[in-house]
Nanobody
Framework: VQLQASGGGLVQPGGSLRLSCATS????????IGWVRQAPGNQREGVAC????????YYGDSVKGRFTISGDNAKKTVFLQMNSLKPEDTAVYYC?????????????????WGQGTQVTVSS
């Protein structure tokens, strides 16, 4: 199982970025794949999760209305569109599986998670 996040960078407050999570080694459409972020000194936070099986989606409260998660079964890739970015969104973003509230507050405590991509929101 491999997951690789990309697309991070430096953006000004109010700007947008789109992260990609390329996957391989498992049957993509059967899994829920999500994004977790961690800022320096902070606990990991589940950001968004999509079930590629039934299409159900979960968002953390801090990103609702600003971030959109989507999946492309043909490309075996999950995307995180991040709009109206704020300085507090600055973190390393990881993608992996499994995800969702039933896995508690730290989705990365189990399953498979790739290396992260840095997102910095600053003027």
């Amino acid at each position: 199982v491999q997951l690789q996040a990309s697309g991070g960078g430096l953006v000004q407050p109010g700007g947008s970025l789109r992260l990609s999570c390329a996957t391989s080694g498992f049957t993509f459409r059967y899994y829920a794949i999500g994004w977790v972020r961690q800022a320096p000194g902070n606990q990991r936070e589940g950001v968004a999760c999509i079930s590629n099986n039934d299409g159900s989606i979960y968002y953390g409260d801090s990103v609702k209305g600003r971030f959109t998660i989507s999946g492309d079964n043909a490309k075996k890739t999950v995307f995180l569109q991040m709009n109206s970015l704020k300085p507090e969104d600055t973190a390393v973003y990881y993608c992996g599986t499994p995800c969702g509230p039933k896995y508690g507050s730290d989705w990365m405590a189990s399953g498979s998670w790739g290396q992260g991509t840095q997102v910095t929101v600053s003027s």
